[in-house]
């Protein structure tokens, strides 16, 4: 697997990534690893105004309380 190596990070970004990497029991490598990946895994595309329409026309009925109850049951 490629290595990365990045140069001249600021001291205060790389005390705060330690403390991030820290609180979740991570080493600072792995906290950046999964950091990587996270970024390199998100969809290129945000969402659009289109997006949140079709959301809306097909899941309009989730306050619907006879809806919800029928799912459930």
């Not at 330690?18 to 906290?31: I, M, V």
């Not at 970024?39 to 945000?46: F, L, S």
């Amino acid at each position: 697997m490629p290595d990365i190596l990045i140069r001249d990070v600021p001291a205060d970004d790389l005390a705060r990534i330690d403390a991030h990497a820290a609180r979740l029991g991570l080493s600072r490598t792995e906290y950046l690893r999964r950091r990587l990946h996270q970024d390199a895994t998100r969809p290129a595309a945000p969402v659009t105004a289109d997006d949140l329409r079709a959301f809306a026309a097909r899941f309009g009925d989730l306050d619907d309380p006879g809806v919800m109850r029928r799912a459930w049951s």
